[in-house]
């Protein structure tokens, strides 16, 4: 999971869950449904929509590559193109369009802003630099989810075989 970030996914789906929330959001608010909605599909699918590092924070791992491109304007070119901050909230500078979202991503997305929209306002604490910087492992957000030890397993052979023959195709690029 982590070491593959893919800009393009995680910005169109910020960009979908910005369109949600009616062009702006409170960094807090983005950043805590796409880690939720990455863990989500990690415990449906096996693979991260995002490829981001995750961190521990008090409301769930979160993205720490879109924590660094809200932290730091311009250390992402392509969510820097789209995404804009001011102050506390996110804003959609250009639609990035969704071909880097599959339908199961972008329900996923819809399912998660949906229960986020239902928490109390200012219910999710926010810093865009925890610390202490703690990783959280793909087995980690699976066993959070409550899933059962067997599928835990079969999710997690999953992500080795995806994450072999990813190295295959990168071995085969140089």
């Known amino acids: ?94 639609d990035p369009g969704d071909e880097h979202l599959s339908e199961y991503t972008s329900e996923t997305l819809h399912t998660v802003f949906e229960q986020h929209a239902r928490e109390p306002a200012g219910s999710t604490p926010f810093d865009l630099e925890p610390s202490p910087r703690v990783l959280v492992s793909p087995e980690e957000i699976l066993r959070a989810s409550e899933m059962p030890d067997e599928e835990v397993r079969l999710v997690l052979e999953l992500i080795e075989e995806h994450e072999a023959i990813e190295a295959l195709f990168d071995a085969g690029l140089r």
Do not use: K, N
Not at 26 to 36: I, K, P, Q, Y
């Open 1 to 94: 999971m982590p070491g593959h970030f893919d800009p393009r996914a995680t910005t169109q789906a910020a960009a979908l869950l910005l369109h949600l929330a009616g062009g702006r959001m409170r960094l807090e608010d983005l950043v805590a449904c796409l880690g939720r909605a990455d863990g989500r599909q990690l415990c449906g699918t096996g693979m991260s929509f995002t490829g981001a590092t995750m961190i521990r924070s008090p409301v769930g791992p979160l993205p720490e590559e879109v924590l660094r491109a809200l932290r730091e304007p311009g250390s992402c070119s392509y969510w820097s193109a789209h995404i804009e901050r001011s102050g506390e909230e996110a804003s959609l500078f250009v």
